[in-house]
């Protein structure tokens, strides 16, 4: 989808308007009107945008061929091992959040990975976790 700057500058973000992405990851289509050029598309649960978009907002997702482009395969990052002896990897962003009995899970997408990595996480194992402060 297009991006919206104005999400961005109400949230605080201190950057100049080129520097913003013009899209953002790809969402699952719900509802295909090909007479109205219209689309409704599934957002995070916390997104306040129109779930419906005109064809000109949009633009298609093309996965990487590694058999065509092979240096263009991103690499996955290191496992980082911390002091105590346990393995960390870095969060990119979470995607989704969920209740599930008294607490909350989140769908969280891992740095260098892709989307059949994701995970649910309990709100606990994210404490003082930076990609939940953004969420």
Known sequence: TLDRRHEYLSKGAKQVAKFMPCFNRPYRILVADPMTSFYTLKLPTHSYMSLTF?????????????????????????????PDGKLEHHIDHIIEEQYVGHGKQYLVCWSGFGPA???WLSWKDLDKCKALDIW
């Open 117 to 119: 990595d994701n995970e």
């Open 54 to 82: 005109h064809v000109s907002q949009l633009q298609a997702f093309i996965v990487n061929d590694p058999m065509l482009f092979p240096t263009h395969v991103p690499t996955q990052p290191k496992l980082v091992l911390m």
